[in-house]
């Protein structure tokens, strides 16, 4: 009965060990993927600021030329309504 039982753990003891190595197969099965996960997420992220970066850009550009012209359009005005002219 004694060795039954020596066999019984021991048939045990193999078994957890299985199961503890399909565990830690699936463990690294699923680190890798999230790996691969977090570097597209990266890389998605780094296209989407760098788009913000060109648009916020071209947003600065665009006032500064709308208050040129807003600057020159006034000076014209401000020459011909010296010279006589009576607007809006």
Known sequence: MEKQFVDFL???LKLQKNVGQE???H???TFGEARRAVSQ???EAEKCNTATQTCEQAREQAEAL???EEKITSLWERC???LGWEGE
Do not use: G, L, V
Request: charged share 30%; hydrophobic share 20%.
């Open 27 to 29: 463990m690294n099965i």
């Open 80 to 82: 011909a309504r010296q």
């Open 41 to 43: 997420y990266q890389k």
């Open 10 to 12: 021991s048939s045990e």
């Open 66 to 68: 709308t208050r040129r």
């Open 23 to 25: 565990h830690i197969h």
